[in-house]
């Protein structure tokens, strides 16, 4: 059925599908997973490295994640080639933005304006669309933290935690049941309400008071490699090859990138394993 | 012949303009509103041949409201405002230059401050505590370099600007009778006083 109106993009089925747009979404399930956490102090968002052979040379800084200006960074699922066009798409309006206003773009703003990009290749021109998902953390003065994901139909939505990429609905539905379960005690401080009014799932709370509690960033660090695992058919995946950035501000208010060292990576994997052997033995 | 000028006191700004409207020797009108609202909480005072004065007023402002629209409510500070303003003078220096002269003031709710932004029509953009555009310079800035201070209070502020006033009425050749004053605070843009009615005919 869908054989006949599936070769262009700018044709509906007559199920009023856009079956191109529906491809490239698939071709992303196929990709490295990525799981975006928004906690109460900053967000991670870790990624599944896909390394196809001992024999390449290290990519750049990161084949996954990419600064798009000094307060977002994104995550990639899918075509690297077709996402490095729309991270020059969002560089470059973020750095507009900028001229005009002498300001930071608003999160939000950036991300609507790549996928708008996005959007026009589902309807005009004939050209098939981006196969890429994104995952985008920022943080500006009007909503804090944020996280979306949108994919190739140019649709884009907020969310405190989610998953895209290979079996994402494994990680989602663990994020379900553990993101904002319980406080991160041993780290100190209770996590804040949500501070932002953006759209996405309400999970379930399980608190007292019933209001949704953020984890702080290495509670949601642990919990990111908690998933990463899951999402990998339940094998534990190994430091080099994940990669873990954390987005967050300084003593200064200043926004820092940073993607996680070898070691670093390793004391969150070896946290992880002491948590579900102990809860493997309770 | 513009006379316009500002103050910015603790909590906002106080921004004064003539009310005339003439060129060579005929007078149009004397009760010219010269003070443009740009959003609820920015306005600007404008020095310029009055096309230029209203196209590019409405220009930015319809501009400003426009992003409102698009971005779910957000608005622009007044700090993004003004250099919007800038960008938009800058492009067109070298096509067909707006020839105003703007004293951009405005409140910020995320720092419960005003701002007063001057611009001129080479397209700079500075933040200052007072400031005046055209003649009325020659005989307001020293009395504001000598009156203004930090922690002034909105009477403060007022009270400058009536100085200012005062000092035009007697010492600029130009006849000025009528002046607008507004005051921007927390509560938006209001008229503070003006010498004659601008919605009168």
């Known amino acids: 059925m869908a054989r006949r109106y599936d070769a262009s993009t700018t ?253 670093e990576a390793q004391n969150v994997i070896d946290e992880v394993e002491a948590e579900s052997a102990s809860a493997g033995d309770a | 012949m513009d006379s316009v000028f500002g103050v910015e006191y603790d909590g906002g700004v106080v921004l004064a303009a003539d009310q005339s409207n003439a060129r060579s020797i005929l007078v149009y009108q004397t009760n010219l509103d010269k003070i443009k609202e740009l959003s609820s909480h920015s306005a600007m005072g404008v020095a310029g041949p009055n096309a230029d004065v209203v196209n590019f007023t409405e220009y930015i402002a319809k501009n400003l409201k426009l992003y409102e629209l698009s971005n779910d409510g957000m608005k622009l500070s007044t700090h993004a405002q003004a250099n919007f303003a800038r960008g938009e003078l800058a492009t067109a220096l070298r096509r067909g230059p707006y020839q105003v002269n703007i004293l951009l003031g405005g409140y910020d709710d995320s720092t419960k401050k005003g701002s007063l932004y001057f611009l001129d029509y080479l397209a700079s953009c500075q933040k200052v505590k007072y400031g005046s555009q055209g003649y009325a310079s020659s005989f307001c800035l020293s009395i504001m370099d000598k009156e203004c201070r930090d922690g002034m209070s909105e009477a403060d502020a007022i009270a400058i600007v009536e100085k200012c006033i005062t000092e035009i009425h007697t010492r600029f050749l130009i006849s000025q009778k009528n002046f607008m004053i507004k005051v921007i605070d927390k509560d938006g843009v209001r008229v503070n006083k003006f010498g004659a009615d601008p919605a009168e005919t």
């Open chain 1, 11 to 263: 044709t509906f089925s007559p199920e009023g599908r856009l079956h191109q747009v529906e491809y490239a979404i698939e071709a992303i399930n196929n990709a490295g997973t990525c799981v975006g956490i928004l906690a109460s102090d900053g967000i991670i968002m870790a990624c599944e490295k896909r390394v196809t052979s001992g024999l390449l040379a290290p990519a750049k800084t990161s084949e996954k994640t990419y600064k798009l200006c000094q307060h977002a960074a994104c995550t990639v699922a899918g075509l690297t080639a077709d996402a490095n066009i729309l991270i020059d798409q969002a560089r470059l309006r973020a750095g507009r933005y900028e001229y005009q206003y002498q300001e930071n773009i608003p999160v939000e703003q950036l991300v609507e304006h790549v996928c708008n990009y996005k959007q026009a290749y589902t309807q005009y021109g004939g050209l098939r669309p981006f196969g890429v998902a994104f995952l985008f953390a920022g943080y500006d003065p009007h909503h804090g933290f944020q996280l979306y994901q949108s994919d190739p139909s140019g649709n884009y939505s907020g969310w405190k935690a989610t998953v895209i990429g290979a079996n994402n609905q494994a990680g989602k539905s663990l994020l379900k049941t553990d993101y904002g379960a319980k406080p991160d005690e041993e780290d100190g401080d209770v996590a804040e309400e949500m501070k932002t009014d953006e759209g996405g799932e309400d999970e379930k709370k399980k608190d007292v008071e019933g209001e949704i509690r953020l984890p702080n960033t290495p509670g949601a660090l642990r919990l990111a490699v908690k998933v990463l695992n899951k999402t990998n058919d339940g094998t534990a995946v190994a430091a080099d090859k994940m990669e873990l950035f954390v987005l967050s501000l300084d003593e200064k208010g200043e926004c820092v990138h940073k993607i996680l060292g070898k070691e």
